[in-house]
């Protein structure tokens, strides 16, 4: 399986081809952490998709013809390449490999993630730019493959492209398949304070449900304060969650289909809302297993986490770009 690898052959060294999300979930499951298991398809696999159905003169065509100041400019390229993408078919040997990595993997759920080539960089940091799907099945699992491609081309991705001098730059992307976690509780976490800066402060945030709600801002979530120094918390803020993300199959009837992901649904929580997500003991040890990530990678980490059947995950880690110091 030349374009594609599991997480345990992929290291924080392979970037180039597996994105930043790729290479970050492979280093952190070679160090042994509580990582879901998963594949990449790598960037290569897009590449010679895009070789092989001679789309990269359109590509080059369209977005040198963007002009960033001009919405209906953007729009116009973003839908163009996004729809020849969707109504390409990929090569059938990729096919094949792809969902016989899935069944390998075992898992009936998985999360399908884009890692451009280059996210978390220090030159760009795509996190957020491009596309995730959860509660994929095989079913839909070809079709979402090449949505997260497409996402290279969604009109937030062109601006960004265009304010970070890349749009004449080679960008790939490579796709995450991991089996998916059904988070009772998920959330966010800083090892150091983003707004304070302070390396000793570690900010963690929690809510109930699928960590996409907290990701994307739709919630509020509970946010603790932790001392890195002394592991003690010093800070607790409930915040009021009023509904939760969920798979739209465990959700029942009542539920909400989440509009952007139709196989997750949204679920009123009313009192429960209320509530303290993480008792005291779950956010020290959640702090604990950040603090060894940052340890691990010697640099403060912005990291996602999700907590099911009585167990912390983590499901990414990726560099705090936003730190003046």
Not at 44 to 55: G, N, P, W
Not at 167 to 175: G, K, Y
Not at 183 to 212: C, K, W
Not at 286 to 302: M, R
Request: glycine letters at 8%; proline letters at 3%; aromatic letters at 8%.
């Amino acid at each position: 399986m030349e374009h594609l690898k599991f997480f345990s052959e992929i290291s924080k060294g392979n970037v180039d081809i597996a994105g930043g999300k790729g290479a970050s979930l492979g280093e952190m499951t070679q160090a042994g952490l509580a990582v879901p298991p998963g594949f990449v398809v790598l960037s290569s696999a897009f590449d010679r998709f895009i070789e092989e159905t001679h789309l990269n003169g359109e590509i080059i065509a369209r977005l040198a013809a963007v002009n960033p100041a001009d919405t209906n400019s953007v729009d116009r390229a973003s839908n163009a390449l996004r729809g020849v993408i969707h109504d390409t078919s990929m090569p059938e040997d990729l096919k094949a490999d792809i969902l016989g990595a899935y069944k390998k993997l075992g898992a009936e759920y998985v999360a399908v993630r884009s890692s451009a080539t280059a996210e978390d960089s220090s030159v760009a940091s795509w996190a957020g730019e491009l596309e995730t799907y959860l509660n994929t099945t095989e079913a839909d699992l070809l079709e979402r493959v090449r949505r997260c491609w497409s996402s290279l081309f969604t009109p937030r991705a062109i601006f960004y492209r265009h304010e970070k001098d890349l749009i004449s730059a080679h960008v790939s992307v490579a796709v995450v398949v991991q089996k998916m976690i059904q988070s009772e509780i998920s959330g966010i976490a800083f090892t150091v304070h983003p707004v304070t800066e302070d390396r000793d402060q570690m900010i963690i945030e929690a809510g109930y449900g699928l960590g996409e709600a907290i990701v994307s801002g739709q919630i509020t979530p509970d946010s603790y304060v932790v001392s890195k120094g002394e592991m003690s918390i010093l800070d607790i803020s409930i915040g009021h969650q009023t509904r939760k993300l969920e798979k739209m199959a465990a959700a029942g009837v009542s539920a909400n289909k989440d509009e952007e992901n139709p196989s997750n649904a949204w679920v009123d929580l009313g009192e429960a809302g209320e509530r303290q997500k993480l008792t005291g003991r779950q956010i020290m040890e959640l702090a604990a297993l950040c603090k060894k990530i940052e340890d691990h990678y010697g640099f403060p980490c912005d990291i996602e986490w999700a907590y099911e059947g009585g167990q912390f995950y983590i499901t990414q880690s990726r560099p705090i770009t936003t730190l003046k110091t």
